[in-house]
């Protein structure tokens, strides 16, 4: 069973902000700022690519009202909503969790993009071709 299986079923503990039926919201055990949140769905899901529209959409919309409760409680002036999926993306437990990370001035979290040199044009025609075959 995986950890947030584990939390989910109380077997190890954990602080909950939020709980349904169908998803929870605990505070990530490593505060990468304060206020640092991840919601879950219940029943287990490896990622966003495997979830059930129901508990995604659940997931999503508390994600939504967390964020911005989070953000007032703390005075952040800024927020990240942050999905890894894949150990490639940084996924580090294989079950699937929407990260919320309140932003403040001079905290030392980086998320960074690198620009690289790809033709536009040939990325948006394969991506269009795909859309298509669905
Ligand atoms: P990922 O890297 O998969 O996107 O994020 C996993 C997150 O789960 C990490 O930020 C990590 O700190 C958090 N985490 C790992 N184990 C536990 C735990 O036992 N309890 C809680 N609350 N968070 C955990
Ligand atoms: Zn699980």
């Known amino acids: ?3 947030f299986c584990k939390i989910i079923n109380g077997e190890i503990p954990s602080k909950k902000i939020y709980e349904d039926e169908d998803i929870v919201a605990i505070l990530d055990i490593s505060q990468a700022t304060k206020g640092h949140t991840l919601v879950l769905p219940k029943k287990h899901f490896a990622n966003i690519l495997e979830i059930e529209d129901y508990e995604y959409l ?4 508390r994600v939504k009202d967390l964020a911005s409760v989070i953000t007032k409680t703390f005075n952040a002036s800024g927020v990240n909503i942050l999905n890894n999926c894949g ?5 580090t437990v294989m ?11 001079n905290t030392d979290v980086k ?6 040199e790809y033709n536009l044009d040939e990325i948006q025609k394969e991506i269009l071709k795909s859309l298509k075959q669905n």
């Open 1 to 3: 069973m995986c950890i």
């Open 58 to 61: 659940k997931v999503m919309d």
């Open 87 to 91: 150990e490639t993306a940084g996924q």
């Open 111 to 116: 998320i960074e993009f690198t620009s690289h």
């Open 95 to 105: 079950h699937f969790h929407v990260h919320i990370i309140p932003r403040y001035e």
